[in-house]
């Protein structure tokens, strides 16, 4: 199959290989984290303060990480990232196991993570253009994609089986081993013939300017940033928030109901990864990533109507394909006309743009589904979405951007 094609590239089927596995093991510990809280505290605002220790760190840290990834050897740092998520998950699983583990573990091991991942995620993006000719850089973005949400859609359900058959301290420590295999499927690459960045002669801050300079004189770039920044608030809040009040209130559905929708979006991202990750170049990529997002948000917004439940299966999975090919263009079009040199700082600002509303997305419509109900929300969410969408066309830098 031709998605599989970069995989006859040694180096980047080591780090795929090593990702897949421990992102598998990622979303599992997610699993038996949550349920670790649940049973120890019965706490809602403990569960939702251990995603703030994730999330906070990575976001104000992410354009120094994407500077010091265009700074220093990029498998290094990944490897240095693996060895410590590793040893720092290890060390709960031995807590767990000892009845010793609290809550400030937790809450440091997560905030431990997200300092991790702002450098870890842009040193991954960054690299893969090292290791892979520009004609299988599409097949090897599909590829990363097809891994993370393999994961979403089998860490879960492992990560319960583990915790129910094993226990909670078990699924730590498999997750902490996942981190070691990584590390592991990552050391060969260290005695490869990977460009190592030049030495910056500024200081880390003006590197951090450099990157934000460039971003600021490619409108292409901005502009679809801004875009992206906008629409995790209007597509993803209603996705993650108002959802459950939908097939609870709207639907008058129970939890298994919400179980299947919410398994169908991934599958969907799946297999546009199949099937877009075949070709060398997708074409029109400004129109393309546009366009798709504009078909993605009136698939969701179909939620919001009483509509047979077989249309919304097609639907969620019509949204999983069209935002994998906006993904998959977006990513194609960084590694292709971004130097490397400043590959990383951009990958951080473009991750930085598309998650530091988020928050905001999330109370918006968290408040707009307590005020109007949750079928608006996914209404007015997929109009707002698909009017960005159509709007970012009208700029001739998106419109003839190829």
């Keep these: 199959m031709s998605t599989l094609r970069s995989l006859k590239h040694r180096s980047f089927a080591l780090l795929w290989s090593g990702q897949t596995l421990s992102r598998l093991g990622d979303f599992a510990y997610e699993i038996a984290l949550s349920w670790w809280i649940l049973e120890k505290t019965g706490s809602a605002e403990l569960m939702g303060l251990m995603w703030v220790f994730v999330i ?3 976001i104000l840290l992410l354009l120094v990480g994407g500077a010091v990834v265009d700074r220093f050897p990029r498998v290094q740092l ?3 990232s693996d060895v410590g998520r590793a040893l720092a998950v290890l060390l709960v ?3 767990a ?12 091991t997560s905030f431990f ?17 090292q290791i892979v000719p520009e004609q299988d850089l599409p097949s090897a973005n599909a590829l990363t994609s097809i891994s993370v949400n393999l994961g979403r ?8 089986g583990l915790v129910a058959w094993l226990g909670t301290s078990s699924a730590f420590m498999i997750n902490g081993v996942s981190f070691l295999v990584s590390a592991g499927f990552l050391f060969p690459l260290t005695y490869t013939n990977i460009p190592r960045p030049e030495p910056s002669q500024n200081h880390i801050l003006a590197d951090v300017r450099a990157g934000l300079a460039f971003v600021a004189r490619t409108p292409w770039l901005w502009i679809s940033i801004l875009i992206f920044s906008l629409t995790n608030v209007t597509l993803i809040g209603p996705y993650v928030v108002a959802m459950p009040f939908l097939v609870s209130d709207f639907m008058k559905q129970d939890v298994q109901r919400l179980g299947l929708i919410l398994s169908i979006f991934p599958v969907g991202y799946v297999v546009g990864s199949l099937w877009l990750g075949r070709y060398p170049k997708l074409p029109r990529r400004g129109m393309l990533m546009n366009l798709t997002l504009a078909l993605a948000a009136i698939m969701l917004a179909l939620y919001g109507l009483h509509l047979p439940l077989w249309i919304l299966i097609l639907a969620a999975l019509i949204n999983g394909i069209a935002l994998q090919g906006g993904a998959l263009a977006w990513t194609h079009l960084l590694q292709e006309k971004v130097p490397n040199e400043q590959l ?3 990958f951080s600002i473009d991750q930085l743009g598309s998650t530091s509303l988020m928050p905001i997305g999330m109370f918006v419509a968290g408040w707009a589904t307590g005020l109007i109900g949750p079928s608006p929300v996914f209404l007015i969410g997929g109009a707002l979405t698909a009017l960005a969408g159509f709007f970012a ?8 951007l190829d």
């Design 97 to 108: 196991y000892l009845d010793q583990l609290q809550i400030w573990h937790i809450y440091a």
């Design 113 to 129: 993570f997200g300092v991790v991942d702002a450098f870890f995620t842009p040193a991954y993006n960054a690299i893969i253009p």
């Design 393 to 400: 066309i009208l700029h001739p830098a998106i419109r003839d």
């Design 344 to 346: 990383g700082r951009v």
């Design 153 to 160: 859609i089998v860490g879960p359900s492992l990560g319960a």
């Design 56 to 58: 906070t760190p990575s």
């Design 78 to 80: 990944m490897l240095i």
């Design 93 to 95: 699983a031995i807590l």
